[in-house]
């Protein structure tokens, strides 16, 4: 099974700051991975796809870098609405996700 | 309007068993894969069970093999997850979700909360 291992787990940062979340598979994926960011009580929503595709509708502060088993999921400037727990998920073989990675708002 | 819409979640006595239904408007099932995704409570994601769009190709994850099944009746369009011999292990919300082409998970539905307990 491949494992994916999210850092930090809980991130805070203050309005317009530049935020990243590293992810990291236990063996190379390619490019096979998607980010999803969940607001509270919500479900998962789709952010980035293979690795650095911006889901349409998605605000292009977010981005998306990384190939084989380090990724990067960068906020270029962090804004209220992105509150949330952040999810990296691999699919080169079956599915799994990341621990997840809490974005707080100072 | 493209959604899907869960039901059948409730409260079920460890050993017992659960229906889901994942209903599917604006899209039919038999063009799209789909997965069933769940959550415990305070915890991530967790990949459950996937089919394929013909219903060939089903897989599971390890910590549901044999106890869970998943089918759709296009007739009504409808995806469904069978959950036997519960423990409080499953205890989760439980998502149903589209593949886009790209092969990742576009379209989520609300959750149904499985909750076992005596």
């Known amino acids: 099974d491949i494992q994916m291992t999210q850092s930090p787990s809980t991130l805070s940062a203050s309005v317009g700051d530049r935020v990243s979340i590293t992810c990291r598979a236990s063996?190379?994926?390619?490019?096979?991975l998607a980010w999803y960011q969940q607001k509270p009580g919500k479900a998962p929503k789709l952010l980035i796809y293979?690795?650095?595709n911006l889901q349409s509708g998605v605000p292009s502060r977010f981005s998306g870098s990384g190939s084989g088993t380090e990724f990067t999921l960068t906020i270029s400037s962090l804004q209220p609405d992105d509150l949330g727990t952040y999810y990296c998920?691999?699919?080169?073989?079956?599915?799994?996700f990341g621990q997840g990675t809490k974005v707080e708002i100072k | 309007q493209v959604e899907l819409v869960e039901s059948g979640g409730g409260l079920v006595k460890p050993g017992g068993s659960l229906r889901l239904s994942c209903a599917a408007s604006?899209?039919?099932?038999?063009?799209?894969?789909m997965s069933w995704i769940r959550q415990a409570p305070g915890k991530g994601l967790e990949w459950v069970s996937y089919?394929?769009?013909?219903?060939?190709?089903?897989y599971y994850a390890d910590s549901v093999k044999g106890r869970f099944a998943i089918s759709w009746d296009k007739a009504q369009n409808s995806v469904f997850l069978q959950m036997s011999s519960l423990g409080a292990e499953d205890t989760a919300v439980y998502y149903c979700?589209?593949?886009?082409?790209?092969?990742?998970?576009?379209?989520w539905g609300q959750g149904t909360l499985v909750t076992v307990s005596s």
């Open positions: 979700a589209r593949y886009s082409t790209s092969s990742v998970l576009d379209l």
């Open positions: 063996q190379s994926i390619s490019r096979w």
């Open positions: 089919m394929s769009s013909s219903g060939t190709n089903i």
């Open positions: 604006g899209f039919s099932f038999s063009d799209y894969y």
């Open positions: 998920q691999q699919y080169s073989n079956y599915w799994t």
């Open positions: 293979q690795a650095s």
